[in-house]
């Protein structure tokens, strides 16, 4: 089973600050990496899918980078209605989950 | 628009099974796989199992061959989750979710299940 470590486990920002969320697997999972935000109560919602790629209506401060075992997401500037818990995803190998990165507002 | 709406919060005790619906609309039901996903309190998303809405073929888990059985309705857009034995590790919030191409979306709003004596 490919193992996704998130980092860090809780991110403190501003609102308008630089987030940058890591994500590394046990293994090579080529591009097949997804980034969902999950606020309390509702669904999770698809951000970024295949490494890079926005899903639909996905404003364009969400951005995601990496390759192999080596994941990141960026919010450029984050909004209030930013701050949630993240999650990373892969595909390549059945589908396994990270632990979530908690974004919170300092 | 594109939706999943879940049936509502269970209590079960040890050993019992619980059922958990999962409506689609917005879109041709038997186009998409539907995914089951669960996270216990404290604890990663975890990947229960599929099924093809358009033959009805289904895939498990490991995790949960023998206590999992994922069914579909066609005729109602409606996927379904049985969770049979029961234990407090069961405790979760259940997610369906739509495979759009190769990636979950969207996702319905969860349903809570409790097990407790």
């Known amino acids: 089973e490919i193992v996704l470590t998130q980092s860090p486990a809780t991110l403190s920002l501003s609102p308008g600050e630089r987030a940058t969320l890591s994500c590394r697997a046990s293994?090579?999972?080529?591009?097949?990496l997804a980034w969902y935000q999950h606020k309390p109560g509702q669904a999770p919602r698809l951000l970024i899918y295949?490494?890079?790629n926005r899903a639909t209506g996905i404003p364009a401060r969400f951005s995601g980078s990496g390759s192999g075992t080596d994941f990141t997401l960026t919010i450029s500037s984050l909004e209030p209605e930013d701050f949630a818990v993240y999650y990373c995803?892969?595909?390549?190998?059945?589908?396994?989950f990270g632990q979530g990165t908690k974004l919170e507002i300092k | 628009q594109v939706q999943l709406v879940q049936s509502g919060a269970e209590v079960k005790k040890p050993g019992a099974s619980v059922k958990v619906s999962c409506k689609a609309s917005?879109?041709?039901?038997?186009?998409?796989?539907i995914h089951w996903v669960r996270q216990a309190p404290g604890q990663r998303l975890e990947w229960m199992g599929w099924?093809?809405?358009?033959?009805?073929?289904?895939k498990y888990s490991q995790n949960f061959q023998g206590s999992l059985t994922i069914t579909r309705d066609t005729s109602a857009s409606t996927a379904y989750m049985e969770l049979r034995s029961l234990n407090s590790g069961d405790t979760a919030v259940y997610y369906c979710?739509?495979?759009?191409?190769?990636?979950?979306?969207?996702w319905g709003q969860g349903t809570q299940v409790t097990v407790s004596s």
């Open positions: 979710a739509r495979l759009n191409g190769v990636y979950f979306d969207p």
């Open positions: 917005g879109y041709t039901f038997s186009n998409y796989a």
């Open positions: 099924i093809n809405t358009g033959n009805g073929d289904t």
């Open positions: 293994q090579n999972v080529g591009s097949f």
């Open positions: 295949d490494t890079s």
């Open positions: 995803h892969q595909r390549s190998s059945w589908y396994t």
